[in-house]
């Protein structure tokens, strides 16, 4: 089907390592540790670091650059800082 995209996912077990989309070739890279989401790095050279809570709950998203981003409840898309 012209004009149509597909999105690319890759996994390590059950964690989504690696993610692009076909259309854009917008490439996404998420960082483990101890089975949790402590980073993620996308093609535009930010990257985005998670403080966890004891729960695993992300509760503040950190950009490369040390700004703060957000507090609170994870989202995946994340604007141009």
């Given at each position: 089907?012209?004009g149509?995209?597909t999105?690319?996912?890759?996994?390590?077990?059950?964690?989504?390592?690696?993610?692009k989309?076909?259309?854009?070739?917008?490439?996404?890279?998420?960082?483990?540790?101890?089975?949790?989401?402590?980073?993620?790095?996308?093609?535009?050279?930010?990257?985005?670091?998670?403080?966890?809570?004891?729960?695993?709950?992300v509760?503040?998203?950190?950009?490369?650059?040390?700004?703060?981003?957000?507090?609170?409840?994870l989202?995946?898309?994340?604007?141009?800082?």
């Amino acid at each position: 089907m012209a004009g149509s995209t597909t999105t690319v996912y890759v996994y390590e077990g059950s964690n989504l390592i690696y993610e692009k989309n076909t259309g854009s070739g917008a490439v996404n890279k998420y960082y483990y540790g101890n089975g949790l989401m402590l980073a993620q790095g996308c093609e535009c050279g930010y990257s985005y670091y998670y403080v966890l809570d004891a729960l695993g709950s992300v509760r503040v998203t950190i950009y490369s650059s040390s700004t703060l981003f957000s507090s609170g409840c994870l989202t995946r898309h994340h604007p141009t800082p």
